[in-house]
């Protein structure tokens, strides 16, 4: 009898084991859905912090926000890290401009970061600058002409009328049809071709880098106020808005550049163009800070409670700093308010995880991912030499979100086909939510990409573009007012429940084989 009870309870267990997974997914539904705080963390992150560009003061603020509230909700080892040198702040103080002839118009522009300012109001007419001048033709053609002067390229930027909304939603044919990628074979790839392709890249790049240099050096040198450009997508009151020079602390303060609406960068072409000499008042005020070079991540944990397995590690996270041109709402104070609302699900349900789960908000990440690459690089490996740390081999997964405030649809999985069932089976609870679609597909620009680079899972999610690519990424657009809640409440609810499979799991997350060295190419 003994040993037929004994058998019934280890059939039984699995059972038991599933079903209480099964309850604590529908908690956090619940919590999720009907008690969700995500909105007033974003709240936090955008109106009450304000622009957060790396190293500003809207950065420090909320970074400091964050760490008392991961605090507040009973996280540990939380603090601000360290990842290494980073550069000076800036920020913007006061901001004019206006066309003052040959007739008075208000005119929608932003300045680029880390730019000088203009020591009070300024008058100035401008003067068009061939585009088509090499570095050398610049200096013969313009010297001695630009002092006092407003410089724009003598350009027109095509307007091209749009027939697609500014709201994107995945249909289910498009997600089908991410789903069927498979994996196939990659063609050899002669190393010298790709070393020449590298090589003409950045030629290119160091060309086009150098141009803009000796025209802002010449414009300085010379007394000039500022330089006006536009692009494409610049239209309809949108300015897509980042930075405008170097910003090491050894760094000069960048010549004025400022970003401008086509609609009104055009006029002033073709006025200039039609000998109708024009005229701005411009008034700019900016601050650079040169009192912490270091760039700083926010950390913070649950600690697993399994003897064996509190060691290794989950790990979540989402980009703290943001460009200049709005309150970063969509990019990506979303993502990190998203991050943050799971963490507070798990704690606020008092789930206890097998393994470690850490939440980490990074600095730097529109320079170039430097705040995640710096703590992968110090935690787990160097991606330039690949000698792993002694905690590479604990580490499970990295889930990133940074896409927007588009609900979650599924996720990338960066051609891991090993991580294939593992991730549908943890999706298969939120089919109610619609966040299922499993791709092979890599997608890149943000966080993941450092955890990928040295052989760890690190996945982004597929997220509904809403208006992320249309209207808000990097613009003066990317406010508050652009957030959908009901949107954010399902991806914090998702990624809660992934956090939670992932962290009570009997097994880590598979890995792609391990990736050879990578030398900087900067």
């Known amino acids: 009898m003994r040993k037929l009870t004994l058998a019934l309870w280890l ?3 699995p059972t038991v084991s599933f079903s209480q997974e099964a309850s604590i997914i529908q908690q956090i539904k619940k919590e999720g859905i009907e008690n969700s705080q995500v ?3 974003a709240f936090h992150l955008t109106e009450i912090s304000g622009p957060r560009l790396m190293n500003s003061p809207g950065y420090y603020r909320a970074m400091d926000y964050s760490i008392n509230q991961l605090k507040d909700w009973g996280l540990e080892n939380v603090k601000k890290d360290e990842w290494g040198n980073f550069g000076k702040g800036w920020e913007l103080k006061k901001f004019y401009i206006a066309m003052k002839s040959p007739w008075y118009k208000p005119v929608i522009a932003f300045p680029k970061a880390w730019t000088r300012g203009t020591s009070g109001l300024k008058t100035a007419s401008i003067i068009l600058i061939d585009p088509s001048a090499d570095s050398t033709a610049l200096v013969n053609k313009y010297r001695g002409k630009l002092a006092g002067k407003i410089l724009a390229m003598d350009q027109l930027i095509e307007y091209e009328l749009g027939n697609k909304a500014d709201v994107v939603r995945y249909t289910r044919a498009e997600l089908d049809s991410m789903a069927a990628i498979q994996l196939e074979k990659k063609e050899a790839v002669n190393p010298a071709e790709m070393a020449e392709q590298r090589r003409k890249r950045m030629e290119a790049w160091r060309e086009s880098r150098k141009k803009a240099e000796v025209l802002g050096n010449l414009a300085r040198e010379e007394g000039a106020i500022a330089i006006i450009s536009s692009s494409p997508r610049n239209h309809d009151g949108t300015v897509f808005v980042q930075g405008g020079g170097a910003y090491a602390m050894e ?10 609406a086509l609609e009104d960068y055009n006029m002033i072409v073709r006025l200039v163009r039609a000998n109708k000499p024009v005229e701005l008042d411009l008034e700019v005020e900016t601050q650079f800070y040169n009192d912490e070079e270091k760039g700083y991540n926010v950390i913070g944990e649950i600690t697993g409670t399994d003897p064996k397995l509190k060691d290794e590690l989950v790990m979540i996270g989402g980009h703290l700093d943001s460009w200049q041109g709005s309150v970063g709402a969509t990019d990506n104070a979303s993502g990190t308010a998203v991050m943050m609302e799971a963490i507070r ?10 393994r470690t789960v850490r939440i980490a908000l990074w600095g730097g990440e529109e320079q170039g991912i430097h705040g ?3 703590y992968v690089a110090k935690t787990f490996a160097n991606r330039e030499d690949m000698k792993l ?4 081999e604990k580490f499970s997964v990295y889930f990133n979100l940074d896409n927007g405030t588009g609900r979650i649809r599924g996720i990338h999985l960066q ?3 090993a991580a294939s069932n593992l991730m549908k089976t943890w999706l298969t609870p939120f089919k109610d939510l619609d966040a299922t679609t499993i791709t092979l597909s890599n997608t890149g620009g943000t966080d993941h990409l450092s955890f990928d680079a040295v052989g760890l899972p ?10 992320y690519n249309s209207r808000t990424h990097h613009s003066n657009m990317d406010s508050y007012d652009h957030l959908v809640a009901d949107d954010l409440k399902q991806a914090a609810t998702v990624i809660a429940g992934l956090i939670y499979q992932a962290a009570v799991s009997d097994q880590k997350v598979p890995r792609k084989e391990l990736p050879k060295a990578q030398k900087s190419q900067f």
């Open 11 to 13: 059939l039984l267990i």
């Open 39 to 41: 909105m007033d963390i």
């Open 251 to 260: 760094a000069p303060e960048n010549f004025l550049d400022i970003a401008m």
């Open 345 to 354: 699900i798990l704690k606020k349900l008092n789930i206890k995880p097998k």
């Open 372 to 374: 995640s690459r710096g």
């Open 389 to 392: 740390k002694p905690a590479h």
């Open 415 to 417: 051609e891991n086909q």
């Open 458 to 467: 690190g996945f982004q999610f597929i997220q509904d573009q809403v208006e």
